[in-house]
């Protein structure tokens, strides 16, 4: 069903050497074992990719994956390998929108650089609502998480807790 086919010995520091090598525009198979490599990790099921849209969508795959347990929900993951330049609140709008469309219920923005301030204040306010957790991983995570795996763990209950956080203000306000 996938493309790209990951080992289990296919290691995150692999990965993230293959894509510093590629100094001008990332081979898509290594944007797409990097997706895979999270799939994996957090034990999804892969469903399909998402087609770029245009020709700026280059340093990106996007895919849709599953998971079920403890209960259903579609994963929207995000691949970004651009290591000089900061997500901005258009790139995480552009996957909130695109969340109605696929019926997401997590998006996972994963990407070689930082993300802006306002971008992750952005994706705070939408996760005060109902429904939709973002999930933001940078440069400084991935590394973190190619030198230690089972950090994944560590870094997803910490963002839980910051859902849970803003999900609380949320209802302590209407209530």
């Not at 001008?24 to 469903?47: G, I, V």
């Not at 219920?105 to 802006?116: A, E």
């Amino acid at each position: 069903m996938t493309r790209t086919n990951i080992t289990a010995d296919q290691n995150l520091q692999a990965i993230l050497l293959e894509l510093e090598a590629s100094k001008k525009e990332p081979d898509r198979a290594t944007l797409e074992k990097l997706t895979m490599y999270f799939l994996q990790r957090l034990n999804l099921e892969f469903k399909l990719w998402l087609k770029p849209d245009n020709a700026t969508h280059k340093f990106e795959v996007g895919a849709i994956a599953e998971g079920t347990f403890p209960v259903f929900q579609r994963w929207q993951v995000l691949c970004k390998h651009l290591p000089s330049t900061e997500i901005s609140t258009d790139d995480i709008a552009e996957r909130v929108g695109l969340s109605l469309k696929y019926k997401s219920d997590v998006i996972l923005i994963v990407t070689t650089g930082l993300f802006q301030k306002a971008a992750t204040e952005f994706a705070d306010s939408i996760m005060r609502g109902p429904g939709l957790s973002i999930i933001t991983i940078d440069r400084n995570n991935l590394q973190t998480l190619a030198t230690s795996p089972d950090a994944i763990v560590d870094l997803l209950e910490s963002k839980a807790k910051i859902v849970a956080s803003l999900r609380n203000t949320f209802f302590n306000e209407q209530f």
